[in-house]
């Protein structure tokens, strides 16, 4: 009897000991699943989520704080994504948090600006170059597009335009067969 | 007689009708230079070249126009002699039908050459040979047109035994390689030398379809010529069987040494590169005659009433090749390349580029619509025509369902576009339709996903840059604190302190005697207004003197006798 509670005494306490050890051991760094997450947000930063930026958002999301449905960058096909990860039902875009837009760059006339620094305070990616009272210019590659220096300039000199298509980021149609009337009636 | 050479078989292929004897029948003819060059400045893989020149400017034929930028890049050039009329926006040889920056230049007919001669390869360094190739703009010329200094790099590419000329020449209608080899056979071989002695290889196979027997005929006279005049032994001259697409790099590879190059890997990693037979006389006229890629030849074949090749300057507009070639009048088509893996042009304006190797025109009875896409039976006949040893029905059902994951782990991206699959297909599925959209899905994700990475990674250091500032400052702040404090506790006991040291009495010491020596200078000094001063002038100062004196007086604050 004492022999056999003082084996499952022993018993416990080395695995106690050995899981105690693994858990120091192998200690998972951080939240994988809010990582995850964070890799399908586009990483535009623009706030719509009405979070401070992407990795907040993901954060949220993982805590089941946030909806799915509220990056309107990241689109339909954002969410869709969010809902295969988390196992989650597909839900369409929040209409609260803005509507899913052509990707498009920020571009500062350079006529009307005034150098005040505004906008490159409130550039989330450090994607606006200038000085005070230097013209400021928009690093067309690295804008995300977040509209997030419309706002504080003070003379409205910055617009947003939608990438064109061109020869370098054009891409092959989905085919689709074109059903020609005169063929049917013939057959 | 060829060569005895052991041959090997890719799998599949497909033996569509090849007409290509209309367009052989007569020589290669030089085609006029048209009234307007319009050449666009991306004519090959990578960057796009940045232009070089103003609207305005005269440039001379070979003169740089469009400068490589970046690792991946090659240099584009004048044509002929003439003036820039425009650097803009003009309509591209590509499907899209989009325009892209073009430098269009008026001939004026002389044709005069920029100061140009041979390159001494053997003496030059490797980056020497990389940089003057590049700026030759010497690309392949085969379709892919990858720029060739990339492939010409015998630091990267050691231990390279088997140097493989591509004249193959497998699509239906094209036949450029064909007359340039009956033709030029010399020249050719001239610049394969050339290849050979940069790369180091041991030997040169030249890959030739059995159909083009005159072109054999000539390659091999050629190899003969030269064995005979120097010795050189290690060209060989091989008819390989007429199978499309043979004349793919990786296939004819395999044809001929019998290397299957694997997934991810490169011919190089096995000892193997492959250029075309056009590439070798470019190399050719870009290292022994110092003259820029600005022609190629060009197969006028289709629907025309005299089918033909020509050289062509680059930039010339389709439309007045075809002219040339008197197009029948039911034609409702330019096809850029051949029937299997040629691109629909927008219309009939755009320029002869680098990549074009046919300008096949088309009718709705020459190549009739495609019928009725049917479902897919799972026929496989697909996977045995498939030359690159794929699944294209899996593919297929991938790319059509928009699960571009799975089709990348079926190896998409080893699809050579050849069409064999959507040839074979008995429910005339445009299998490759479906490859290319997703592939250039795929390309796009890629990007988009490069991008996000790059904005997170951008959007984390401006976080910890401002948390860096924040804490900078407080440090400051603080640091700012402590010193007036110290700096009060210190005034404090200096007044306390009434001693002071022998070093600061003479300091001050010097101090006084600075200022007695300022002070006996300024005395020294007389004013020069006030010497030899008649009476009248010298009575008026003093009454002005006195005046002051007055105000000086009047102007002290009034000491209140009374408080």
Not at chain 2, 14 to 38: C, D, H, M, Q
Not at chain 2, 138 to 164: C, I, M
Not at chain 2, 472 to 490: I, P, Q, W, Y
């Amino acid at each position: 009897m004492l022999a056999a509670l003082l084996v499952m005494a022993l018993g416990a306490v080395v695995l106690g000991a050995a899981l105690g050890y693994a858990a120091v051991r192998f200690r998972v760094e951080g939240d994988p699943l809010v990582e995850k997450i964070d890799a399908i947000l586009p990483q535009t930063q623009c706030g719509q989520c009405s979070y401070p930026g992407c990795r907040p958002y993901a954060t949220a999301i993982a805590k089941g704080e946030a909806e799915i449905n509220q990056c309107p960058p990241g689109g339909d096909e954002g969410i869709r994504k969010l809902a295969d990860l988390l196992g989650r039902e597909f839900k369409s875009l929040s209409a609260e948090h803005g509507i899913e837009k052509p990707k498009s760059v920020a571009v500062i006339d350079e006529q009307i600006c005034i150098g005040c620094t505004l906008c490159i305070q409130a550039c989330p990616v450090d994607a606006i170059v200038g000085a005070s009272k230097q013209l400021h210019t928009v690093i067309a590659r690295q804008c995300t597009g977040c509209e997030l220096c419309l706002p504080p300039c003070p003379v409205d000199c910055i617009s947003m335009q939608a990438i064109r298509e061109s020869v370098e980021n054009w891409k092959w149609k989905y085919p689709v067969f074109k059903i020609n009337p005169a063929q049917r009636e013939a057959a | 007689m060829t060569a005895l050479q052991r041959l090997f078989k890719f799998n599949g292929g497909v033996k569509p009708a090849y007409n290509k004897e209309a367009s052989t029948r007569l020589p290669i003819a030089v085609a006029p230079t048209p009234t307007l060059l319009v050449i666009p400045l991306h004519q090959s893989i990578g960057g796009m070249p940045r232009p070089l020149v103003k609207p305005g400017e005269r440039v001379l034929k070979g003169q740089r126009i469009g400068g490589a930028d970046g690792n991946v890049s090659s240099a584009v050039h004048a044509s002929t002699s003439g003036t820039v009329i425009a650097v803009e926006m003009r309509l591209m040889p590509h499907t899209s039908g989009l325009s892209a920056m073009c430098v269009v230049i008026e001939p004026d007919g002389r044709d005069e050459w920029i100061p140009h001669g041979p390159f001494d390869f053997r003496n030059a360094s490797p980056t020497q040979i990389h940089d003057y190739l590049r700026d030759s703009g010497v690309v392949g010329l085969g379709g892919a047109v990858f720029p060739s200094y990339l492939k010409l790099n015998p630091e990267k590419q050691r231990n390279l035994d088997t140097l493989v000329l591509n004249g193959a020449e497998c699509e239906p209608y094209i036949t450029c390689d064909d007359v340039l080899m009956r033709e030029r056979a010399a020249t050719i071989l001239q610049g394969a030398l050339v290849m050979r002695d940069m790369l180091g290889a041991g030997q040169v196979l030249i890959g030739i379809e059995d159909n083009k027997p005159e072109a054999i005929a000539a390659m091999e006279a050629a190899a003969h010529a030269v064995k005979t005049a120097v010795g050189e032994s290690s060209v060989k001259v091989v008819s390989v069987p007429t199978l499309y697409p043979a004349g793919g790099a990786k296939q004819l590879i395999r044809v001929l040494t019998g290397i299957e190059v694997p997934h991810g890997k490169r011919s190089t990693d096995y000892g193997v590169q492959c250029f075309n037979v056009g590439t070798a006389y470019a190399i050719f006229e870009a290292i022994a005659l110092g003259q820029p890629l600005i022609s190629r030849i060009v197969t006028v074949a289709g629907n025309v009433g005299q089918p033909r090749n020509f050289e062509v300057l680059l930039g010339t507009p389709m439309r007045d090749l075809i002219a040339l070639c008197g197009p029948l009048p039911d034609s409702d088509r330019v096809i850029m390349g051949g029937p299997m893996m040629g691109l629909r042009m927008p219309d009939d304006s755009v320029p002869v580029v680098k990549a074009a190797n046919c300008v096949l025109v088309g009718s709705s009875d020459l190549f009739p619509p495609p019928p009725p896409e049917m479902p897919c039976i799972r026929c496989g006949e697909c996977a045995k025509a498939c030359p690159a040893d794929l699944q294209p029905f899996e593919l297929y059902w991938f790319a059509r369902a928009k699960i571009f994951g799975k089709a990348q782990e079926y190896d998409l991206f080893d699809c050579i576009e050849c069409g064999c699959c959507a040839y074979v297909c008995p429910s005339h599925i445009p299998l490759v339709d479906y490859y290319r959209f997703a592939k250039s899905e795929i390309w796009a994700r890629e990007l988009a996903k490069v991008s996000s990475d790059e904005a997170r990674e951008r959007y984390e250091f401006r976080m910890l840059r401002e948390e860096r500032e924040k804490q900078d400052h407080a440090a400051k702040l603080a640091a700012k604190a402590v010193a007036r404090r110290e700096k009060a506790a210190a005034a404090k006991t200096d007044a306390a302190k009434v001693a002071t040291t022998p070093e600061q009495d003479e300091k001050k010491a010097l101090i006084a005697a600075a200022l007695e020596r300022v002070r006996a200078q300024k005395e020294q000094i007389q004013p020069e207004n006030t010497i030899n001063l008649t009476p009248e002038q010298v009575a008026e100062v003093a009454a002005i003197e006195t005046r002051r004196a007055e105000i000086r007086e009047m102007a002290k604050p009034h000491v209140w006798q009374d408080d």
